[in-house]
C-alpha cells in the first residue's frame, strides 16, 4: 500500500492527473472536514484545499502522504487564521475576529482525542427528527432557508431560530441553545451565514456580541457550526475530484512558472481573495456556494498561489510527527509573525472560549501593518478591461455560464459571453450601460434560483423559462444600470425540475463594477 501511495504521487508530481485524482477520492473528504473545522469562510476553505493538493503534488521527500497531507492541512489552516487575525485587527472587524481567535485557540491546543466531526456525527444521530430533516434539506440538499419558509408557511425568523437551535444541538463543544425569547441573534446570524448582513445590522450584531458574553459564544459556535456541518453533509462527488484535480495541477505549473523566475529573497504574507459583502436592507434566503463550481483562475489568483510560489508549504526543517486527517493532529506553533493582539487568557469552564465582550472592541484592537517586501508577484483578480476575457474553464470546473447582455440589443457584449467567478468590469469600457445577464445551462437544467442582493431589477426567485436572466419578456431583455465601485454577488441554483426544488449545483460570482 505504501509502494503504491508512493508511486501515485511520484505520478501525479510528474503530471499525472489520474493519480492525484486518486488521491483526492481518498482523502478529499477528510481533507474539508479539518479546513470546515477551523476555517472562518467557505470561500477559503475552497482556495486552501487548492492550495493543499497543489503543494502535494510538489512533494518529493515524503513517503507517509497520509502523515503529509495531515500535517499540510493544519499548517496550512493555522497559517491562514493567522493572518485573517491580522487583517481583522486592521479592518477593525469585530465578529470575524471572534471566531477566529477561539479558531486560532483551538487549532494551537492539543488535539481531542475525538475529531470534532466525529462528535458533530455522533449528535446528529442523536438529534430529533425534525431537526435532523430541517438540516438535511440545508446542508445536504442545498434548499433555501426563504423556500422551506414558504414550503412550511412559517415565518423566516421562526424559522431561522429553529435552525440555529438544529446546529447548536450538533455542537461537539456545547455552547448553550439560544433562548426562546431571543429573534435578534438567530436572524442576524443567519444573514452573516448567507453573506447578506447590511451594514447596519452587521454593527447591532458586533455590538450586541461585545454586550453579551453568551451571546459571542453562540454566534461564534454557530459560524463555525456552519461551516463544518456544510463540510460534513454537503456532498463530495467525483465532479468535485475533477474539479479539484483541475485546478490543483493549473496551481502547480503556475507556481513553477512563477518559481523559475523568481530570485533573492523576502517574505511573502499570505493573501486572502476579498470576500465583498452584500448589503441589503431585507430578509435574505441562505444560500450555499457549492464548492463542486470552482474555477482555476480565481484561485490563481488568491492565497493558495502565493504559499505554493514561495514555499511555505514546504518547509524543509519541520519536524511534524503524521497523524490520520480524522484526528486532525496538531504540527506545533508556526514561524509567521502573530499579530500585536490581546492575548487569549486560559478557559474558565472547559469547552467554553474564555474571551471577553472587551477583547472584541475595535478601539481595544491595534492595527498591525501588513505590507511586505515580495520576491515576486501574486496577481490580483483580473479587471477586464477590453474584450479580452480569461478563458472559460472546461466543463468540469464549471457548467453554468454567466453572460453580460447589452439590454439595448438584447445581444451578448462581445468579449464578455462567459464571466470569470472574480471579474471586475469597467463600464467606461462598454457600448452601454444597461446591462442585463443571461445564464446559460445545458438542457438537464429546467429551472433556475438566483441572488444578487442589491439588483433593484427584480427580486430573487425562480427562474423557469429559457432565457433565464434577471428580468426579461422571452428575448426582451429588461435594462438594469448597476452602481460604480460596487461589488455584486450573484449566486446561481441550478435545478432539475421546473419549480426550483431540486438544486442540483450552486454557484456564485464575484462582480464588480468600476468606472
Avoid at 14 to 43: I, N
Avoid at 124 to 151: C, F, G, K, N, W
Avoid at 174 to 192: I, K, N, Q, Y
Amino acid at each position: 500500500m505504501l509502494i503504491e501511495q508512493a508511486n501515485h504521487k511520484q505520478r501525479a508530481k510528474t503530471g499525472d492527473d489520474a493519480a492525484l485524482a486518486e488521491l483526492v477520492r481518498g482523502h478529499g473528504r477528510s481533507v474539508r472536514l479539518v479546513l470546515g473545522t477551523y476555517v472562518d469562510r467557505w470561500s477559503a476553505v475552497e482556495q486552501l484545499e487548492i492550495a493543499l493538493w497543489s503543494a502535494v503534488r510538489l512533494e518529493t521527500n515524503h513517503a507517509d502522504i497520509t502523515g503529509l497531507i495531515t500535517s499540510r492541512t493544519r499548517d496550512l489552516a493555522l497559517r491562514y487564521l493567522e493572518q485573517a487575525d491580522r487583517e481583522a485587527i486592521q479592518e477593525r472587524d469585530v465578529l470575524r475576529r471572534l471566531v477566529v481567535q477561539v479558531a486560532l485557540e483551538d487549532l494551537r491546543a492539543p488535539p481531542p482525542p475525538v475529531a470534532p466531526a466525529d462528535l458533530v456525527q455522533q449528535r446528529l444521530q442523536q438529534v430529533s427528527e425534525a431537526q435532523h430533516t430541517l438540516l438535511d434539506l440545508y446542508y445536504t440538499r442545498a434548499v433555501a432557508l426563504q423556500h422551506l419558509a414558504l414550503q412550511r408557511n412559517m415565518l423566516l425568523d421562526d424559522l431561522a431560530l429553529e435552525s440555529c437551535v438544529a446546529r447548536a444541538a450538533c455542537d461537539w463543544r456545547p455552547a448553550g441553545a439560544t433562548p426562546a425569547g431571543d429573534r435578534l441573534l438567530p436572524s442576524l446570524t443567519e444573514d452573516l451565514l448567507s453573506d447578506s448582513l447590511d451594514p447596519d445590522s452587521r454593527a447591532l450584531l458586533a455590538t450586541s456580541v461585545t454586550q453579551d458574553l453568551g451571546r459571542s459564544v453562540r454566534l461564534e459556535r454557530q459560524v463555525r457550526l456552519h461551516l463544518l456541518l456544510r463540510a460534513l453533509r454537503g456532498p463530495f462527488t467525483q465532479h468535485d475530484v475533477q474539479a479539484i484535480t483541475a485546478a490543483a495541477a493549473g496551481l502547480t505549473d503556475q507556481a513553477r512558472t512563477q518559481t523559475a523566475s523568481a530570485s533573492g529573497s523576502g517574505r511573502t504574507r499570505m493573501r486572502q481573495s476579498d470576500i465583498t459583502r452584500s448589503s441589503t436592507s431585507n430578509r435574505r434566503p441562505v444560500s450555499h456556494q457549492r464548492a463542486a463550481n470552482r474555477q482555476p483562475l480565481l484561485i490563481m489568483g488568491g492565497i493558495g498561489l502565493a504559499l505554493v510560489v514561495l514555499g511555505v508549504l514546504a518547509l524543509p526543517g519541520r519536524s511534524t510527527t503524521p497523524n490520520q486527517v480524522t484526528t486532525a493532529s496538531t504540527t506545533g506553533p508556526s514561524e509567521v509573525e502573530s499579530p500585536v493582539a490581546p492575548p487569549l487568557p486560559s478557559p474558565a469552564t472547559p469547552g467554553v472560549s474564555a474571551l471577553r465582550p472587551q477583547q472584541l472592541t475595535p478601539s481595544t484592537a491595534t492595527p498591525v501593518p501588513t505590507t511586505v517586501t515580495a520576491t515576486t508577484s501574486v496577481p490580483e483578480p483580473r479587471v477586464v478591461e477590453t474584450a479580452t476575457v480569461a478563458a472559460t474553464p472546461s466543463s468540469a470546473a464549471r457548467i453554468e455560464t454567466v453572460v453580460l447582455i447589452n439590454a439595448d440589443t438584447d445581444q451578448p457584449i462581445p468579449g464578455y459571453e462567459s464571466l470569470p467567478q472574480d471579474v471586475t468590469i469597467r463600464l467606461s469600457q462598454l457600448p452601454t450601460r444597461r446591462i442585463n445577464f443571461e445564464f446559460r445551462a445545458p438542457p438537464e437544467i429546467k429551472s433556475m434560483i438566483f441572488t444578487i442582493p442589491g439588483c433593484s431589477l427584480r427580486k430573487d426567485g425562480v427562474e423557469k423559462g429559457r432565457p433565464f436572466s434577471l428580468s426579461n419578456t422571452g428575448p426582451d431583455f429588461k435594462p438594469w444600470t448597476p452602481s460604480t465601485n460596487k461589488t455584486y454577488t450573484l449566486t446561481l441554483s441550478a435545478c432539475s425540475d421546473d419549480n426550483g426544488q431540486k438544486v442540483v449545483r450552486r454557484t456564485s460570482w464575484q462582480i464588480r463594477f468600476s468606472e
